[in-house]
Nanobody, 132 residues
Framework: QVQLAESGGGLVQPGGSLRLSCAASGSTLDDYAVGWLRQAPGKEREGVLCFSPTDGGTWYTESVKGRFTISRDNPKNTVYLEMNDLKPEDTAVYYC?????????????????????????WGQGTQVTVSS
């Protein structure tokens, strides 16, 4: 199973930007569905952005539309979450997720059901705090 390690979190002012990284080891992510989910204090983990390489599909939660993008650097075996125009409500622990199956349309399934899939690999999470 692939191992994931997130980095890049921190404290940022509203309107600022951060780029989170998810470095993978133990397996290449080329054929994996990958994504980012987050968990705010007192709330359930929710999908943010997920990508399926089979059909190139991307799913994102509406609140990050136009502000967050997901990308991957296959030679570096790393997935990124670029976050712009950050808002206080984006404050959460952000988790990277990867699953070695990627049928068409899987981006949405991973983001919406990732916690219920026992074979999904998770990173340890990185804290993002948006505050003035």
């Amino acid at each position: 199973q692939v191992q994931l390690a997130e980095s890049g979190g921190g404290l940022v002012q509203p309107g600022g930007s951060l780029r989170l990284s998810c470095a993978a080891s133990g397996s290449t992510l080329d054929d994996y569905a990958v994504g980012w989910l987050r968990q705010a204090p007192g709330k359930e983990r929710e999908g943010v952005l997920c990508f399926s390489p089979t059909d190139g599909g991307t799913w994102y939660t509406e609140s990050v539309k136009g502000r967050f993008t997901i990308s991957r650097d296959n030679p570096k075996n790393t997935v990124y979450l670029e976050m712009n125009d950050l808002k206080p409500e984006d404050t959460a622990v952000y988790y990277c997720a990867a699953h070695d199956t990627s049928p068409p349309g899987y981006a949405a399934f991973l983001c919406l059901n990732g916690l219920a899939i026992h074979s999904v690999s998770w990173g340890q999470g990185t804290q993002v705090t948006v505050s003035s």
